[in-house]
């Protein structure tokens, strides 16, 4: 044996006892099971938001043996839209105004703090929250973003941070970096001024704020040709954020115009709505944007997160975002430019706008992609993202702005007779290309949740929990729930166990709503 291959055999052996081994999948389980326990820490699983998981004890070969484990039912009713998180052995997870702490392998509560409202609440929803230097941190439907003691509930600190008689309410997941938390305004579509803002951890001192709707000589006014109709813009943030810790950047989705059936009211291109926006995370200022819709006539907001990742080859940094346009947009991050625009769900325009008598659209107002969205498959370089297949018939008014209460300045409705349904695609993250796509039963608004192991996890509004083969589609396993999935999927090691803990039972007042009640259900082999 040559010299350089003794090097190369003793570099052999000293990698394989660096990298982490697993027992067969066969049992489940990890190989040093105390020292294997994962996080999921935070919406989307990391800043980047790709919400891939490396885990592969869940694998192509036995998702199809997956079984309930435990549930904890969280509430009699109302909607479940939250994205739990898992931090130092716990899933911390909220309904529209209570939060919990549970095991990750039992479902016991460990803790439950409720919040009891002191303002009207617009809209009664909630997307998730964020850990940080010990705190849960979330916002409210009443307008106040509140901290907890992520041991014990205990309130930590409370501010109201919007006023809810203008219809402004906070429904978004926050993310906090570096003892800051950011955290947005949601209301578009009741006339508001949306906003994002970032706040000190330890106290909840506001540092800076954005205004998504500018106004005077702040950057974008001039795309509102009507200086008046600034005053109720809208631009909303509905979702979560993303984070680029290298180059210290936020970005973030930025919801519709108001009022939305009303485009000529509003001439311009209506900078910031419908577009992502990326801010400079120390100072709040900004650095670039992307708009997906100019002057949007159809109420397309976009609500999830970017993806950010790099192309194949490795030097070019991307950020894809989806919206309610029903498209998947892919731009390159140093020159601003959009890379490709795929469709993910039907596309129609009977008119260019709403008109007097009425127009279909496909999407429609609360179809495309919605608060959750695309997520990268590192093993397999593309994006998978769920979507809604459902279209309206909008009609146009003439304004009609009532402070505080939600207003489209016309009506809308589905097609009568028209089955709402879903899609699953996988795109190509280089090309846009579609690999695959898979017809759901309803529409696909929860997380869409990609892993080493080959499957990728999902769930539709039916109540139908999904495992698709990463490369083909092909379903591995479907499990009917006993209610509407609109929330997180996370999967995670708990005692060297792999689980998944998925949110079910969302039942909405207006939009994707099932029967059950709201639930935090764990799977495992």
């Known amino acids: 044996m040559t010299m350089r291959q003794v090097k190369n055999l003793a570099l052999a052996i000293c990698l394989a006892a660096a990298i982490p081994q697993f027992a067969s999948a066969k049992d489940g389980l990890a190989e040093d099971a105390d020292e294997s326990d994962t996080s999921w820490p935070t919406y989307n699983n990391d800043y980047a938001s790709q919400r891939f998981s490396p885990l592969k004890v869940i694998d192509v070969s036995n998702v199809a043996g997956l079984k309930e484990v435990c549930r904890l039912e969280l509430s009699d009713g109302g909607s479940l839209q939250s994205g739990p998180i898992l931090v130092d052995g716990v899933i911390y997870v909220t309904t529209a105004l209570d939060t919990f702490a549970v095991d990750p392998s039992s479902c016991k509560q460990i803790w439950k703090s409720s919040r009891q409202p002191v303002a009207h609440m617009p809209f009664v929803v909630n997307r998730g929250v964020t850990y940080a230097d010990g705190l849960i941190i979330r916002g409210t439907p009443d307008g106040h973003l509140i901290a907890l003691d992520a041991k014990t509930g205990a309130g930590v600190w409370d501010h109201q941070i919007t006023d809810t008689s203008y219809g402004e309410f906070a429904s978004a997941a926050p993310i906090a970096w570096q003892g800051v938390v950011y955290m947005g305004i949601a209301g578009s579509d009741w006339g508001i001024r949306g906003r994002v803002m970032a706040y000190e951890v330890k106290t909840g ?20 040709k009507v200086a008046s109709s600034t005053l109720i813009g809208g631009g909303g943030i509905w979702g979560a954020f993303t984070l680029d810790i290298r180059e210290g950047q936020l970005f973030v989705s930025v919801g519709n115009p108001a009022q939305d059936f009303l485009p000529k009211h509003r001439p ?50 991307y950020a894809a975002v989806a919206g309610k346009d029903g498209y998947l947009h892919v731009v390159d991050r140093a020159t601003h430019k959009l890379i490709f625009k795929t469709a993910v769900t039907t596309q129609f325009k009977q008119a260019s706008a709403p008109t007097k008598d009425g127009a279909k659209h496909c999407p429609g107002n609360i179809g495309g992609v919605e608060w959750n969205g695309p997520a990268y498959d590192v093993g397999n370089h593309q994006l998978i993202v769920g979507a809604v297949d459902w279209c309206f018939i909008s009609t146009m008014t003439a304004p009609e702005y009532v402070r505080g209460q939600l207003r489209y300045g016309g009506s809308t409705k589905p097609v009568p007779n028209e089955k709402a349904t879903g899609w ?24 869409v949740t990609p892993t080493a192991g080959g499957v990728t996890f999902a769930g539709d509004s039916a109540g139908n929990f999904l495992a698709l083969e990463n490369t083909t589609g092909k379903v591995l396993l479907s499990k009917k729930m006993d209610g509407a999935l609109g929330g997180g999927i996370i999967t995670y090691l708990s005692k060297g166990k792999q689980y998944v803990a998925v949110t079910s039972g969302n039942i909405s007042r207006l939009t994707f709503g099932g029967t059950g009640n709201p639930s935090l259900v764990v799977w495992g082999l």
């Open 205 to 224: 001192r506001e540092l800076w704020r954005f205004n998504t709707i500018p106004r005077g000589k702040e950057t974008g006014a001039e795309t509102w």
């Open 268 to 317: 311009g291109d209506n900078l910031f709505t419908n577009s992502l926006v990326a801010l400079d995370a120390r100072t709040g200022n900004l650095k670039w944007w992307y708009q997906a819709v100019k002057n949007d006539p159809w109420d397309y907001d976009l609500a999830s997160a970017a993806v950010l990742y790099q192309s194949k080859a490795g030097y070019r940094d």
């Open 424 to 447: 699953v695609t996988a795109v190509d993250a280089d090309s846009g290309a579609v690999k695959w796509k898979y017809h759901t039963d309803a529409p696909v608004v929860a997380a």
